[in-house]
Structures are given as structure tokens and as C-alpha cells.
């Protein structure tokens, strides 16, 4: 199986995913990478309808896994399902009469494709599209080397003249490596500390960042590689030759320490490895400040374990015993992906980014007590049914009022408030709004305006934008804006 995705990663190829749409306007497509049973697993798609069959996996023994096989070396449509009837099937049970496969090959292995189904219109595909597809497949291949998904090539070796120090906005941590990150930064101003040296281990990508007080030499650099990749190796765990290592420095404030001892530790919790070294005078002893790095780990490890289940129970709030509703599901999974993107862009705080990416995805949880089924998708509701869908805010808060979440309930309640004061449920306006209500509001509407599952005609990223930016003042915040603009990349 697949490890589980943050929603960040998500976000990031269906964005890629989504030029399909966008460029060849192809009206279905899924992402599939290899698993680690030999499987191809769906990651991510759009198009595809209740009624229209879509592979959860592709078996190597799979028509479909053969098809990409044979045409591995580049795009490749099947216009005629008849020439090859073991496809024909598939093709039929998705109510599809076109394929188009673009492989990823990462070095000479094939670890992904891309299933593309028919274009708007009944077009065909020709020499363009292949062109256009084949450069939104290595565009693929870029953000899964990117997300350590796949094997990143390995930077060019630099010229002792050539290392200098990377400002830290260079390396970005995963959100569960931030705090250790930054106990280590704050280390490395210690008395009797010569560096800290954070190394993340991600699939084949290892990224190593080092706090300290003066430059390190490139020998020094090569001796904490080799140390780390012993004690991985003691620790049951293969990294990579440090060739294939990337580091980046970020100058300490601390006094400057002698570098003649590398203490470390290593620390592993779901896929994810990272290991800590401290490089100190010899003959010192720097246990305790390896346990207060191992005691950080942990308790940063308990919180995202608890995010992570008051997600699993915001899903079953959401859907609660067997209802399903997959478009309020894919809905609400989008706004809280945008809201939270827009949350860390603005620096908000763990305890607001959480609100704002629980509120994005409860903020229509209201619906499932009203007539969902015959009201959420009509564009132009008559007016009982408009009274009726108004009413969902409230119904939400008080839904999410008995969880005694902080916050949370008020943040759906007002996620239909406009700036200007005519929105609802309160007619709130400007910064009485709460923010999380806010950011909620503007991603929802991207979402309504570009998502080919919206129940509007989808527009263009660069048409929503134009939309959004011409009600800010009115409908929206003009602080927020910009910082959506930012996020989707428009």
C-alpha cells in the first residue's frame, strides 16, 4: 500500500492533475503510482461519476497494467476499443470511449500513469495533445521528486568555492519535523555546541539542514553523513550514499564551538525518519540534550496522532453511520486542503491552522440534516429550497457546538458572512467575521467556481481569480485575496 498523503502533497498533483482538464480538456483522469505490493494505486482523479467504475488499483496482471507497459516509452491513445477487447470493458464501465495513458518513469522503472479518459466534445487526441500531456506528466514526475515520492536525481557534486550557506527558506520541514526543528536551531546556540544537523529521510530523498555558528567545510559535511548512515544502519535502517544527500545551512547565533565529536540520534515514526547529530567538543557529554531532542520528537509525534483522529472524526461527523455523499465529501475535502494551505500562508499558529482545516472541512456538515440530496447542487434553487440551504450554517454550529471544539462551531456558523455585512446567518461584516469563517468562505467559493464536480460549469484558475478579485472589499476580505491568489498559483 501507499503511505497516506498529507493534504498538501494531494493538493499538489491534483493541481498538476487537473491541467488535463485544463489544457486538453479531458473530461476524466486518475493518478496511479506503484505500490509497494506491485500494484498500481489510485492516488488522485476527477470526472468520474457514482455510476462510472474506476479502479481503486491496476494488478500487473491487468489488461490495463499490460497496455501502459507496452507503451511505457510515451503517451498513447487507444481510439479504437475494439482492437483490444480486454479493454474494451474497462473503457465501457466508466462510460468512456477513448484512453489516453501517460507513463512516469523515474531512472528506468516505471512507477506511475496517468489514466485519461475522453475530450469534451468527442475530440480526438493528436500530436499536440501527446506533446501537451508528455509535458504535464514530467511536470508529475517534478512534484513526486519534490514530495520524495519518487527518487530525485542527485544534485551535481560542488566545487569546495562553490558551498555556500542556503538561507533557511530553502528547506522547508514536514509539518511533523517543526518543532524538533526548531529545538534544534535553539541548541545550536548552546554553550559547548559546534552544530546540529536535522537530516529528514523521505522515501530515496535525504535533505539534511545544519544550524551553525560558522560555515561547515565539506569534509565535516561527509563525516556527519557517513556517521549518520552507520547509525542508520545499526538502527536496521539503508540511506542513500551521501552523494545523493542535499544540505542546506542556516547561521547560529551561538558562540563558536570546536566540531571534533558527532553524537547522534534516530528517530522513525510513520515512514518517516529523521535523524539529529550534535557536533561537540571532544570529551563532552551531550546525553541530555539528545533525550530532550528525543522526548520533543514523541510528544510532537502524540499531537499529530491526535489531529490526526480528530480528522477520522470530523469524516465520521461528516458521514455518520452508512450515509454517504460523495460530492459533499469531495467538496468539503477540497476547502479544507485550500483553507489550510491559506492558513500556513498567512503563519497562523498549529492551534488556527487545525481550526481553519477542520472548519474547511465541516463547513457544510449542516447539509446532512436538511434535504441534502435535493437541494446541494441546484445552481438556481427556488426560493423554499434557498431559505432551506440558508439555514445549513446554523444547523452545522449547533452540530459541532457538542464537541466543545474552540472555535470551531462559530467558524461554521459565519462562513456565509460577507465583508461588506450582507451575507448570513448574522449579516456580519469585516473583521467581526472570524478569520477561520473568513478563509473558508474564499476557498469554498474557488472551490464552487473551478472544481469539474462543482454543480456550476467549471472556469479556468485564471477566470476564478478574476472573479474573486473584483468582489474583494465586497464579498470577501481584501487581506485574503492575495493569499489565495498566491496559493493556487494564478
Not at 501527446?130 to 544534485?155: M, T, W
Not at 502524540?302 to 467538496?331: C, I, K, T, W, Y
Not at 449579516?427 to 472551490?447: K, W
Amino acid at each position: 500500500m501507499l503511505p497516506p498523503l498529507d493534504p498538501e502533497a494531494v493538493l499538489r498533483l491534483k493541481e498538476v492533475l487537473y491541467r488535463f482538464l485544463e489544457e486538453l480538456q479531458t473530461t476524466k483522469a486518475a493518478l496511479y503510482l506503484l505500490g509497494d505490493r506491485g500494484a498500481l494505486e489510485l492516488v488522485e482523479s476527477y470526472g468520474f461519476g457514482r455510476r462510472e467504475a474506476i479502479l481503486a488499483e491496476v494488478p500487473p496482471d491487468h489488461p490495463l497494467y499490460h497496455w501502459v507497459r507496452r507503451h511505457r516509452t510515451a503517451p498513447a491513445v487507444l481510439a479504437d476499443p475494439a482492437s483490444e477487447p480486454a479493454l474494451a470493458e474497462v473503457l465501457r464501465l466508466s462510460g468512456s470511449t477513448t484512453l489516453l495513458t501517460v507513463p512516469l518513469i523515474s531512472g528506468d522503472n516505471l512507477i506511475g500513469f496517468v489514466d485519461a479518459r475522453d475530450r469534451a466534445g468527442r475530440k480526438s487526441y493528436g500530436p499536440e495533445e501527446l506533446k501537451r500531456a508528455k509535458a504535464i506528466g514530467e511536470q508529475l514526475l517534478s512534484v513526486l521528486g519534490e514530495l520524495g515520492l519518487v527518487a530525485a536525481p542527485p544534485p551535481p557534486a560542488p566545487t569546495p568555492t562553490e558551498v555556500k550557506p542556503q538561507p533557511s527558506k530553502a528547506f522547508k520541514f514536514p509539518q511533523a519535523v517543526e518543532k524538533l526543528a526548531g529545538l534544534c536551531g535553539a541548541l545550536a546556540q548552546a554553550e559547548g555546541v559546534g552544530a546540529v544537523a536535522v537530516t529528514v529521510v523521505e522515501g530515496a530523498t535525504v535533505r539534511s539542514h545544519l544550524f551553525t555558528t560558522t560555515p561547515l567545510e565539506g569534509t565535516e559535511r561527509e563525516s556527519i553523513a557517513r556517521h549518520q548512515r552507520e547509525v542508520a544502519a545499526q538502527a536496521g535502517l539503508t540511506l542513500p550514499e551521501a552523494s545523493r544527500w542535499s544540505f542546506t545551512e542556516r547561521p547560529s547565533q551561538g558562540r563558536e564551538a570546536r566540531r571534533e565529536e558527532i553524537r547522534t540520534v534516530v528517530l522513525s515514526r510513520d515512514g518517516l525518519t529523521v535523524l539529529v547529530s550534535l557536533l561537540t567538543p571532544a570529551g563532552s557529554s551531550p546525553h541530555a540534550l539528545l533525550s530532550a531532542i528525543s522526548g520533543v520528537w514523541e510528544l510532537s509525534q502524540r499531537e499529530q496522532a491526535l489531529r490526526r483522529a480528530v480528522r477520522n472524526m470530523a469524516r465520521v461527523l461528516l458521514e455518520p453511520g452508512d450515509l454517504s455523499f460523495p460530492h459533499l465529501r469531495q467538496h468539503s475535502q477540497a476547502v479544507s486542503e485550500l483553507a489550510q494551505k491559506m492558513a500556513q500562508e498567512l503563519g497562523l499558529s498549529e492551534d488556527e491552522e487545525e481550526l481553519v482545516t477542520l472548519a474547511g472541512y465541516l463547513h457544510d456538515v449542516g447539509m446532512r440534516e436538511l434535504d441534502y440530496q435535493r437541494i446541494y447542487r441546484l445552481e438556481k434553487p427556488p426560493e423554499m429550497e434557498r431559505r432551506l440551504y440558508q439555514r445549513h450554517p446554523v444547523v452545522g454550529a449547533r452540530i459541532l457546538e457538542e464537541t466543545a471544539y474552540p472555535g470551531l462551531a462559530e467558524a461554521v456558523r459565519h462562513h456565509h458572512e460577507r465583508w461588506d455585512g450582507s451575507g448570513y446567518p448574522q449579516r456580519l461584516s469585516g473583521p467581526a467575521i472570524p478569520l477561520a469563517s473568513r478563509i473558508v468562505h474564499l476557498a469554498e467559493v474557488y472551490d464552487v467556481l473551478t472544481s469539474p464536480a462543482s454543480y456550476k460549469r467549471p472556469v479556468s484558475r485564471e477566470q476564478a481569480v478574476q472573479i474573486i478579485e473584483k468582489e474583494a472589499g465586497k464579498q470577501f476580505d481584501p487581506n485574503l485575496v492575495p493569499v489565495l491568489i498566491k496559493v493556487v498559483g494564478a
